[in-house]
């Protein structure tokens, strides 16, 4: 996972790579039921990571229902049964496609009006972290890497923006799994480029408008962005309904 680093977009991306190991251990079993978690200085040693990550990434398993704390003792996995509902968003319920739908329908107006806000609000530093989350984006894309991480990494810099921590508790909450797997659907012609230069170009006007301190025309670009993702992933279902039974989407 490489070394340690204070950079805070980094140390986001960091986290959320050992919240994806961690909950790889507990779904695979690897870390049972009732387990205690190392301790940080082990997962430290581990993943080469600071305690900041680490510290972050059980606050984002706690979210997910997949830990809890105990008093004096440390972290304990918690059995399947004794996980809030709420889990299911972090286990792999985005493999369904209406499940992606209806997280899209929630990220509407939470994201569409944090962008308004990170416009009216941002200041220069967060305007370069949001900038810098939309190149680290456009250069996975590139490379031909995974761009859950970074997809993520950019809504969340723009929602750092709103200076509003409430907006950052709820997407730091959701987590990771309000970016589903890409899938490439019939509006992309099944051609991967034309995907995610769909995407890149939505993203790049969200990025522009908050740069230009623009708050109904970055608002305007979320919803675009958002509605647009809805889009791809209905017209996916209408084209392959056994999506909605849980077959796995196609990684573009």
């Given at each position: 996972?490489?070394?340690?680093?204070?950079?805070?977009?980094?140390?986001?991306?960091?986290?959320?790579?050992?919240?994806?190991?961690?909950?790889?251990?507990?779904?695979?079993?690897?870390?049972?039921?009732?387990?205690?978690l190392?301790?940080?200085?082990?997962?430290?040693?581990?993943?080469?990571?600071?305690?900041?990550?680490?510290?972050e990434a059980?606050?984002?398993?706690?979210?997910?229902?997949?830990?809890?704390?105990?008093?004096?003792?440390?972290?304990?996995?918690?059995?399947?049964?004794?996980r809030?509902?709420?889990?299911?968003?972090?286990?792999?319920?985005?493999?369904?496609?209406?499940?992606?739908?209806?997280?899209?329908?929630?990220?509407?107006?939470?994201?569409?009006?944090?962008?308004?806000?990170?416009?009216?609000?941002?200041?220069?530093?967060?305007?370069?972290?949001?900038?810098?989350?939309?190149?680290?984006f456009?250069?996975?894309?590139?490379?031909?890497?995974?761009?859950?991480?970074?997809?993520?990494?950019?809504?969340?810099?723009?929602?750092?923006?709103?200076?509003?921590r409430?907006?950052?508790?709820?997407?730091?909450?959701?987590?990771?799994?309000?970016?589903?797997?890409?899938?490439i659907?019939?509006?992309?012609?099944?051609?991967?480029?034309?995907?995610?230069?769909?995407?890149?170009?939505?993203?790049?006007?969200?990025?522009?408008?908050?740069?230009?301190?623009?708050?109904?025309?970055?608002?305007?670009?979320?919803?675009?962005h958002?509605?647009?993702?809805?889009?791809?992933?209905?017209?996916?279902?209408?084209?392959?309904?056994?999506?909605?039974?849980?077959?796995?989407?196609?990684?573009?």
């Amino acid at each position: 996972m490489g070394p340690p680093t204070t950079g805070p977009a980094k140390r986001h991306r960091l986290s959320h790579t050992l919240v994806d190991e961690l909950q790889s251990e507990i779904e695979s079993g690897v870390l049972a039921a009732g387990e205690r978690l190392p301790t940080e200085r082990e997962l430290c040693d581990r993943f080469g990571v600071s305690r900041t990550v680490v510290r972050e990434a059980i606050s984002g398993l706690r979210a997910g229902g997949l830990v809890e704390a105990r008093q004096g003792s440390g972290v304990y996995v918690k059995a399947a049964d004794d996980r809030p509902d709420t889990a299911a968003i972090f286990t792999g319920g985005t493999s369904d496609i209406v499940a992606i739908l209806e997280f899209f329908e929630l990220r509407q107006p939470i994201e569409t009006e944090a962008a308004g806000l990170a416009a009216m609000r941002r200041s220069a530093g967060q305007e370069a972290a949001i900038r810098l989350a939309f190149e680290h984006f456009r250069s996975c894309i590139l490379r031909g890497e995974s761009t859950a991480a970074a997809d993520f990494d950019l809504h969340m810099a723009i929602v750092v923006a709103t200076n509003n921590r409430f907006y950052i508790d709820v997407l730091k909450f959701l987590g990771r799994k309000t970016i589903p797997r890409p899938m490439i659907v019939a509006e992309a012609g099944g051609d991967p480029r034309s995907y995610w230069e769909m995407v890149q170009e939505e993203h790049r006007r969200i990025v522009e408008a908050i740069g230009a301190q623009e708050p109904e025309e970055a608002r305007a670009a979320m919803h675009a962005h958002l509605k647009s993702s809805h889009n791809r992933y209905m017209s996916q279902l209408r084209h392959d309904p056994a999506g909605s039974a849980g077959s796995k989407p196609k990684v573009g």
